[in-house]
């Protein structure tokens, strides 16, 4: 008799399956910067940690908005691990904009960069967001 045993193969696996294989192998570069698997597992780990501390649960939303950064990936790999979705924006959303869409996904979390920090507190009374995280650096 055929017994199907469900193996979960979506992006929240996805990179610690990788590590299993190959951990010290470079998973991503990004200005002059390496980090292997294991190094990208771990940080996709502690913002997934940070998410669920945050009161994120499976089926919120997480909305990710600035410039290319490795922060699109951990945040991207983070809240599958947590059952959320992901929720990535335009960079050049305006406020109104920003309000509309941030809103109408029902994104709880929002994750910026530097760049729109500014933009994020222009409209942050007008948005659904209960926990806002920034990406600084480079290496973060």
Not at 36 to 56: C, N, P, Q, S
Request: charged share 20%.
């Amino acid at each position: 008799m055929y017994e199907h045993t469900a193996v979960d193969v979506g992006l929240g696996t996805m990179i610690g399956t990788r590590t299993k294989l190959t951990p010290n192998r470079a998973a991503l570069t990004f200005e002059g910067s390496t980090w292997t698997y294991a190094e990208f597992l771990e940080r996709i780990d502690r913002f997934a940690g940070a998410l669920i501390a945050g009161g994120v649960a499976k089926g919120d939303r997480v909305a990710y908005i600035g410039l290319n950064h490795p922060a699109f990936f951990v945040t991207l790999f983070a809240a599958s691990r947590v059952g959320a979705t992901f929720v990535p924006l335009n960079f050049r959303l305006t406020g109104p904009e920003l309000t509309f869409i941030v809103g109408d996904a029902g994104a709880t979390v929002m994750v910026a960069d530097a760049m729109h920090k500014d933009l994020i507190d222009s409209v942050r009374d007008d948005l659904p967001c209960n926990r806002y995280f920034g990406v600084e650096a480079a290496g973060e």
